[in-house]
């Protein structure tokens, strides 16, 4: 099992941007339907945006409009820019890989449907 390195976090205000990125040290990455997922602390993971292997992408409402996720299939690599952050978008920052089953933006956004995660990079937002 080849787990996905995230990397990219750090401390940004308000308004600010950042890209994280996620690297994923396997052959078959081209065929790999991807995902993001954050986590605050004393909250539940939840979806952020996800892309499939075609470059279909799908993002929660909260981030639509702010947040681009993105591949490079040449370079094995997903990545989230986020622009406009604000401080409610402070959470830990997981990638997802291994995606099974059929692509719908239902499973897409369900963590259950990912088997391999990185151990997240942290994005702190201040005001």
């Known amino acids: 099992q080849v787990l996905p390195v995230e990397s990219g976090g750090g401390l940004v205000q308000a308004g600010g941007s950042l890209r994280l990125s996620c690297a994923v040290s396997?052959?078959?990455?081209?065929?790999?339907?991807m995902g993001w997922f954050r986590q605050a602390p004393e909250k539940e993971r939840e979806f952020v945006a996800a892309?499939?292997?075609?470059?279909?992408?799908y993002a929660a409402d909260s981030v639509k409009g702010r947040f681009t996720i993105s591949r490079d299939n040449a370079k094995n690599t997903v990545y989230l820019q986020m622009d406009s952050l604000k401080p409610e978008d402070t959470a830990t920052y997981y990638c997802?890989?291994?995606?099974?089953?059929?692509?719908?933006?239902?499973?897409?956004?369900?963590?259950?449907?990912?088997?391999?995660w990185g151990q997240g990079t942290q994005v702190t937002v201040s005001p």
């Open positions: 997802a890989s291994d995606f099974f089953g059929s692509w719908t933006t239902e499973r897409a956004s369900s963590a259950r449907q990912y088997r391999s």
């Open positions: 396997e052959r078959t990455f081209g065929s790999l339907n």
């Open positions: 892309i499939n292997w075609i470059g279909g992408t």
